[in-house]
């Protein structure tokens, strides 16, 4: 993020302002998992998701009994994503986590390796606990989820956050309507999820963060 707190500038463009040493952090947390989780705005942004590309990750990968590459699985209600996006190109297996009507547009197609339809009365509001349940049988065991803003609201809003990684890049972006790590309609003070800070670490002028989130049973 920015240091001012934004994850991209107010037109929502791809954020492309974070180092080489950055994108290395963020394999290294992609590599680490089972299955990687973003929202559609995010893919519509980008256009494409990171891969493991690195050698030894996916060496470490192999030696964990895991998959070549974690699964990208895009949270899209609407399934309203561009065929032609290079994201359907990659050589890496794809998610889709939908409704009933989202999925419409991909029956018959061979774009997503698997599609989750939430039923009706499980989104309103979404039940993300169920969902990572879907997950979970699917044997993906570990998610990282790499946003943005509503979504990680979402999965904030139901406790299901565990860890935090932050890298504070030195721009200021500012505006009302840029994203933030966190958007939807926010907590309290009172209610707010609260971190422990793990580790922090600075590369260059950036700042890289790594918090454990408190649970209510901590």
Request: net charge negative.
């Amino acid at each position: 993020m920015s240091a001012d707190g934004k994850i991209a500038d107010e037109s929502h463009s791809a954020a492309r302002f974070s180092s080489e040493a950055d994108l290395a952090h963020l394999e290294e947390r992609v590599a680490a998992v089972d299955g990687v989780l973003f929202g559609g705005g995010t893919l519509r942004a980008y256009g494409t998701t990171l891969s493991v590309r690195d050698a030894d990750l996916l060496a470490q990968r192999r030696q964990r009994g895991q998959a070549q590459q974690p699964v990208q699985m895009v949270w899209s209600p609407s399934g309203n994503l561009d065929p032609n996006f290079r994201f359907f190109r990659q050589s890496v297996p794809k998610g889709l986590v939908t409704t009933e009507d989202g999925a419409k547009p991909w029956e018959g197609r061979q774009a997503f390796d698997k599609i989750w339809v939430v039923p009706e009365d499980q989104t309103k509001p979404w039940d993300w606990r169920w969902i990572l349940e879907q997950f979970q049988q699917a044997g993906l065991q570990t998610i990282a989820l790499l946003g943005g803003g509503t979504l990680s609201a979402e999965l904030f809003r139901c406790s299901l956050v565990d860890e935090v990684y932050l890298t504070v890049c030195p721009i200021v972006l500012g505006g009302h309507q840029a994203p933030t790590p966190v958007d939807g309609d926010g907590f309290l003070a009172a209610a707010a999820p609260r971190l422990q800070l793990v580790s922090n670490r600075v590369v260059g002028d950036e700042v890289y963060l790594h918090y454990r989130v408190i649970k209510p049973s901590d």
